[in-house]
């Protein structure tokens, strides 16, 4: 069965640089889910869409956006990068429609490291 | 607010005995609960869920789970613990605002030993 795409899978950048990550959901589902994952930590949740319209806020950051397109992948664009920012960045899908809308599956995550 | 509570960071169990992995949540009505599971530099696996449907849980690769309210608890279990279920697990609930984002425990590291 398809499952989240993510890509890419590493990223290595420089402070203050930009990074761009990108999450393909599972086909029909309708709802993206963003975490981040430090080191030896709990996965934390970031934001969300559904239907290409915001429906969630955490703890991202003012340096971070995100946007969920017509063809239902997201993309969270990081600016201004910090060492901080180092952690393991998983998307998560769900269908909002379906018979589980509260069952997120989770993509294989992009290592993001700051140099 | 719902949260969860992991009660154990690390558990070392030896091959072919039991698992049980211990996790208290809070939430002010019913909530939907789940485990899931890192291995060493992998995504998140869901291995199951808890949706009100039935209190005792039956996930992948024979793990459990038995919700009680009264105890407000969700723990997992696995009768005999295979050498491939070392690995990071993850109590979760879901927050109840729309969005529906999970809020995770600190997570339990499972070793097993031969």
């Known amino acids: 069965a398809a499952g989240v795409i993510q890509s890419p899978r590493h990223l290595i950048k420089e402070k203050r640089e930009t990074a761009t990550l990108k999450c393909y959901p599972i086909p029909r589902h309708d709802t993206v889910y963003w975490y981040q994952q430090g080191p030896g930590q709990d996965p934390q949740f970031l934001i969300s869409?559904?239907?290409?319209?915001?429906?969630d806020k955490g703890s991202i950051p003012d340096r971070f956006s995100a946007q969920q397109f017509s063809d239902y992948h997201s993309e969270l664009n990081m600016s201004s990068l910090e060492l901080g920012d180092s952690a393991l960045y998983f998307c998560a899908s769900s269908f909002r429609g379906g018979p589980a809308p509260d069952t997120q599956y989770f993509g294989p995550g992009t290592r993001l490291t700051v140099l | 607010a719902q949260s969860v509570t992991q009660l154990d960071s690390h558990v070392s169990v030896s091959e072919g005995t039991p698992v049980l992995l211990r996790c208290n949540y809070s939430s002010s009505y019913s909530p939907s609960l789940f485990w899931y599971v890192q291995h060493p530099n992998k995504g998140l696996q869901l291995l199951l869920k808890?949706?009100?449907?039935?209190?005792l849980v039956k996930g992948i690769n024979g793990f459990e789970a038995e919700f009680k309210k009264s105890e407000t608890s969700f723990h997992l279990t696995k009768p005999s613990a295979h050498m491939s279920d070392a690995a990071e697990y993850f109590c979760v609930v879901r927050g109840n605002n729309q969005g529906g984002k999970l809020i995770f425990g600190q997570g339990t590291e499972l070793s097993v030993k031969p």
């Open positions: 869409f559904y239907e290409k319209m915001q429906s």
């Open positions: 808890y949706t009100s449907a039935a209190t």
